[in-house]
């Protein structure tokens, strides 16, 4: 299959909206279990992850640890910000992989469970990521570019325990948050 | 709790911040927020801590660091700014970059001044005969964007430096 003809509706239950924890939840530092795809409470908490990103201003992907389950599961949607060039729209990927990684760039990141700090990272802008789809347990490779690489390698980091912060360029490269959205 | 602005300065070597950290953690000292760098090999620090000593005390504490004379040890009571993201204000990056002289500073954030525009983190290097500054500006929200870089540029021009002012975006992910 195509990820990008992945809808939540594929999932069959309806997502909830769950409340997102901020650092210093210990949650947030540990590396998730890989989770069965197949699994019924699996398939709610990506729905529910879906319905959480949805409601959240400017969200563009949310990964289990963020809603305090240790659980290797995120979604993203990146299809419409501005600094995307390939979308694959709306998806959510069970233990997911960095097959191929290139051509790093550095950007500015903010984080929904880090709401008062910024930081400068280096992430790849060409980026192969393997994973199974929740629900069909369908394999998938998706292979994406710019702002998508972006959002799949935090969420793949909230995965395994690491936060923007755990990634930043050097020793003034946080900075306190300017704008909220 | 009072907050109390700590300032390090002078002759480099392995040790200072652990010594200075390990003074005010000893009078139960939080080390709110800090910023520490060698600037032209001088070992620079500025910090903010949080609590019950009085800044005499806090430099009797931090006496031994400055005692064979080659580092400056001063600690002063501030009063609490309260949260800073209140603004109603945009986000910048300036960078001016040319060859060396007196007023590069000056000039550029004058304009910056004169556009109600504030400073919140500012860096300069010079390395040979090239000057880098680079700084966070905040612009207020109804400020001309295009004016502002345009009057930077003209600066620049005037100095013989490349001035740039663009967005600076953060992506929530």
Redesign the interface.
């Known amino acids: 299959m195509s990820i990008a003809d992945w809808t939540e509706a594929d999932l069959g239950v309806a997502g909830r909206v769950l409340p997102v924890v901020r650092a210093p939840a210990p949650v947030l530092s540990a590396p998730s279990p890989p989770v069965d795809p197949a699994d019924p409470a699996v398939v709610q908490l990506a729905a529910d992850l879906v319905e959480t990103m949805r409601v959240s201003p400017?969200?563009?992907?949310l990964a289990a640890v963020q809603v305090g389950v240790a659980a290797n599961i995120f979604c993203v949607d990146v299809s419409t910000?501005p600094?995307t060039r390939t979308s694959h729209g709306t998806f959510a990927l069970c233990n997911a992989e960095v097959v191929d990684a290139s051509r790093k760039e550095k950007?500015?990141?903010?984080?929904?469970s880090v709401p008062?700090l910024?930081g400068d990272v280096k992430r790849a802008t060409r980026l192969t990521v393997r994973g199974t789809v929740p629900g069909s347990g369908d394999e998938v490779v998706i292979e994406t570019d710019a702002?998508e690489a972006?959002?799949l390698q935090?969420?793949i980091d909230h995965c395994a325990g690491f936060l923007?912060l755990d990634r930043v360029a050097g020793?003034?490269a946080v900075?306190?948050?300017?704008?909220?959205? | 709790m009072s907050l109390i602005a700590v300032t390090v300065i002078g002759h480099d070597r392995p040790g200072i911040i652990a010594d200075a950290t390990a003074g005010l953690a000893g009078l139960g000292l939080n080390l709110e927020d800090s910023?520490m760098?060698l600037l032209r090999g001088h070992f620079a620090m500025m910090l903010i801590c949080r609590g019950d000593s009085a800044p005499a005390a806090v430099e009797d504490a931090l006496a031994p660091l400055a005692a064979d004379g080659r580092l400056m040890v001063s600690a002063r009571a501030v009063p609490d700014e309260g949260d800073?993201?209140g603004r109603d204000?945009?986000?910048y990056v300036l960078t001016v970059h040319g060859g060396d002289r007196p007023g590069i500073v000056s000039a550029v954030t004058r304009v910056v001044a004169a556009a109600g525009g504030n400073i919140?983190?500012l860096?300069t290097r010079l390395t040979g005969d090239l000057y880098v500054v680079v700084a966070?500006v905040?612009l207020p929200a109804g400020a001309d964007e295009s004016a502002v870089a345009g009057a930077l540029r003209a600066v620049g021009g005037e100095l013989g430096v490349g001035v740039t002012l663009r967005p600076?975006?953060?992506?929530?992910?």
């Open positions: 400017g969200c563009v992907g910000h600094k950007g500015r990141e903010g984080c929904m008062d910024t702002f972006r959002a935090h969420e923007f020793a003034h900075y306190p948050r300017q704008t909220y959205l | 910023t760098t800073p993201n204000s945009r986000p919140t983190d860096t966070e905040d600076q975006e953060t992506d929530v992910l």
